[in-house]
Structure formats: C-alpha cells, structure tokens
C-alpha cells in the first residue's frame, strides 16, 4: 500500500520517537526506577504506542479508523506494562540492599611495589564489593568503613566521593582525580536501580595509620571493622557486614 506524504510523516515521527524512548530508558534506568510504579507503566508505554502508531498505515483494514486501531492493537499491547509494574513487579522484589566482599586489596601499580600511598603515607584501600538494590525504587548508596581498635576507639572512612565541594587539594580530591576514569571504581554515591548489581572497588583513604602494613597489622590482630552501606540522601543505614581479612 502507497502511504501519503501525511503519513510518511507520522510514521517517520512515530518511529523516531519510539527508538529515542527506548535508548533513553535503556541508559537512564536509575530515573525510571525513581518514578512510582504507575508512572514507570506509563514511560514504559510511550515506545511501545508511538511505535504501534508508526506501523498504522499498514494495515489498511484500520484505514481512517484511528479509534478503531487503538482499541483493537494499542490497548491490548499496553496493559502488559502495566499488569507487570502494579501486581508482579512488586511480589517479586524482596526488600532491601544485598553487599557480598569479593576480595581485600589496596591500590597498587607496578611502579609503586605494589602500593601506592599518597599524602602523609595514607594507604588507599579498595576491596572489591558487590552491592544489589533489592528494592522497589532506586537507591543512592555511600560506602563507609568503620573501624574500632583494641581500645575500644572508633574510626569512621567514607568512601571517595564522586563531588567533592569547593575548591579541594586533599587526599580525597587527589585519589578523585587519580582513580575516576577508571570504572572499576566506585564513588559515592553509588546509584542502583531496583534489580541492579555493581560490583566494583570503593575507595577508602585510611587516614589515621601510616602505611599499608600498619592496616594490614590492624586489621590481622583484633581490631574490629565492617562496612556500612547509608542511603546517601537521609543517612539511613542499609547494611553493615564486616570486613573479611587480608
């Protein structure tokens, strides 16, 4: 069938449209996971309409019955993302934040023996760390590390975070620049949509012992220490687990 320069129009727009939808929502899933549930059905949906709208002069059985063609092809094709986001989408989830410790590393480079410590002989720990959002709505996580010595004494590190206010030359801004581009990793906060995993590599600037070996020491006698997982908005602890040693 011979479409008219109208619908080559509509169709071209339609389609356009359809395929900007789906990239973005593809690459923008912390967003989508930030709307209610009823809205995520909507945003869903707008691909799948606009792309049902680009195939309409296809079917010439529909032809000048608009009412008709969405009654009969986009109604049905849209209740699917809805009926999934109301009622399974919700028994699915299990609720809150899952953390699992991969290995126990410090920042090293071939050059460095291993280690790389900067300002005042800070060591820069990263362990590897997988964390999954087991919630309904995105969460924005901060990794935290706390340490309390033979003495009782607590030491609380916050991972690097990814802005840093104000003009800074501090350890933290210095290992910023240093380890940013590299997207193994992770620096707060850490943004996870609902279902989403991140493993990758926080990074803690141990700022109240000298030198690599000290925390090494530290953390092999009997200090106690365990991650802390905040939402990055309220402060609320998610999840803490403890360290595994070195």
Same mark, same amino acid.
């Given at each position: 069938m011979k479409m008219t320069l109208k619908q080559r129009i509509i169709t071209i727009v339609a389609f356009s449209s359809s395929v900007f939808f789906i990239s973005y929502i593809a690459n923008n899933l912390e967003f989508l996971g930030e709307k209610s549930l009823f809205v995520r059905a909507i945003l869903i949906n707008i !691909?799948?309409?606009?792309? &049902?709208? %680009?195939? $309409?002069? &296809?079917? !010439?059985?529909?032809?000048?019955?608009?009412?008709? $063609?969405?009654?009969?092809?986009?109604? !049905?094709?849209?209740?699917p993302a809805f009926l999934y $986001?109301?009622?399974?989408?919700?028994?699915?989830i299990v609720g809150g934040v899952e953390a699992l410790q991969l290995d126990s590393a410090f920042f090293s480079e071939p050059s460095s023996n291993g280690i790389i410590e900067i300002g005042f002989q800070y060591p820069i720990y990263t362990p590897s760390i997988s964390v999954k959002n087991g919630e309904l709505f995105t969460r924005k996580i901060d990794f935290f590390l706390r340490i309390i010595n033979q003495q009782?004494?607590? %030491? &609380?590190?916050?991972?690097?975070r990814a802005d840093i206010p104000g003009p800074s030359l501090s350890v933290e801004s210095s290992?910023?620049?240093? &380890? %940013?581009?590299? %997207?193994?990793?992770?620096? *707060?906060?850490?943004?996870?949509? !609902?279902?989403?995993?991140?493993?990758?590599?926080?990074?803690?600037?141990?700022? *109240?012992?000298?030198?690599?070996a000290a925390f090494t020491e530290a953390l092999n006698q009997d200090y106690q220490a365990h991650f802390e997982l905040r939402d990055s908005e309220s402060g609320e602890l998610l999840l803490e687990f403890p360290v595994n040693r070195i």
């Open positions: !691909p799948i309409f606009s792309g &049902l709208v %680009s195939i $309409y002069p &296809l079917f !010439p059985f529909f032809t000048r019955r608009p009412i008709r $063609y969405c009654a009969v092809i986009c109604l !049905p094709a849209i209740i $986001y109301l009622l399974l989408f919700p028994a699915r009782g004494e607590k %030491s &609380l590190f916050r991972a690097v290992a910023r620049g240093l &380890l %940013s581009a590299n %997207s193994n990793y992770l620096l *707060n906060p850490v943004a996870l949509a !609902p279902g989403k995993e991140a493993i990758g590599r926080p990074i803690f600037i141990i700022s *109240n012992l000298e030198g690599a």
